[in-house]
């Protein structure tokens, strides 16, 4: 082989993927689901042997048709100053006899500082069947946002917009994962 052909081999290996940026890609690709990424972007780098804090809550809380504050579903600390890539998911069912809307929010806020955040809207349908099934609704949501110190990332969500007296709605499998990143570049696309 060529000094030239080594050359080139050796290039190329560096393009190689690293598995810390293959599952960012997939989260990322997860969490934000349909339309989302048509409203901006986000470039990250540094994320190899970054440190990820996560927390999660399977179990969940349940709503009563009654209640439609906003409860906090999961907070995830962030122990230290950085940039901070976050994503969440939460599962809404409605085991009621009347459709709801599910309104949910990430929000990253480190001190008094201004918070960033990303809110997502689902409709769930009534309870169906004759056994009374829950109607199911994933909401994934994503933030970035650069702590100036320690700081959370809370998940949040109420009921909003319900029909025919009220929903009871049940929130399970609630996630939060964040990444820490040398950089971040957050910008709005125009077009």
Same mark, same amino acid.
């Given at each position: 082989m060529s000094k030239g052909d080594q050359m080139r081999l050796q290039s190329l290996s560096r393009l190689r993927p690293r598995p810390a940026g293959v599952i960012a890609v997939v989260a990322l690709s997860v969490a934000l689901?349909?339309?989302?990424?048509?409203?901006? %972007? *986000?470039?990250?780098?540094? +994320?190899? !042997? =970054?440190?990820? %804090?996560a927390v999660y809550n399977d179990s969940g809380k349940s709503v009563p048709p009654t209640d439609n504050s906003f409860h906090t579903l999961a907070t995830d600390t962030i122990p230290s100053a950085g940039n901070y890539w976050a994503v969440g998911k939460v599962s809404v069912s409605d085991s009621s006899s009347n459709p709801a809307r599910a309104l949910c929010t990430l929000t990253a806020r480190s001190g008094?500082?201004?918070a960033d955040f990303d809110t997502s809207v689902a409709t769930v349908?009534? =309870?169906s069947g004759t056994n009374g099934s829950a109607n199911q609704a994933t909401i994934p949501l994503e933030v970035v946002h *650069?702590?100036?110190g320690?700081?959370?990332?809370?998940? +949040?969500?109420?009921?909003? !917009?319900?029909?025919? !007296? !009220? +929903?009871?709605? $049940? %929130?399970? %499998?609630?996630?939060?994962? =964040?990444?820490?990143?040398?950089?971040?570049? $957050?910008? =709005?696309?125009? *077009?």
């Amino acid at each position: 082989m060529s000094k030239g052909d080594q050359m080139r081999l050796q290039s190329l290996s560096r393009l190689r993927p690293r598995p810390a940026g293959v599952i960012a890609v997939v989260a990322l690709s997860v969490a934000l689901g349909g339309t989302a990424a048509a409203t901006g %972007y *986000h470039v990250l780098s540094g +994320a190899q !042997g =970054a440190p990820v %804090y996560a927390v999660y809550n399977d179990s969940g809380k349940s709503v009563p048709p009654t209640d439609n504050s906003f409860h906090t579903l999961a907070t995830d600390t962030i122990p230290s100053a950085g940039n901070y890539w976050a994503v969440g998911k939460v599962s809404v069912s409605d085991s009621s006899s009347n459709p709801a809307r599910a309104l949910c929010t990430l929000t990253a806020r480190s001190g008094s500082g201004a918070a960033d955040f990303d809110t997502s809207v689902a409709t769930v349908d009534a =309870a169906s069947g004759t056994n009374g099934s829950a109607n199911q609704a994933t909401i994934p949501l994503e933030v970035v946002h *650069h702590f100036s110190g320690r700081g959370t990332i809370k998940l +949040a969500c109420q009921q909003n !917009g319900t029909s025919g !007296g !009220g +929903a009871t709605l $049940n %929130y399970s %499998y609630i996630k939060i994962i =964040a990444t820490k990143a040398s950089s971040l570049s $957050n910008r =709005a696309v125009t *077009h």
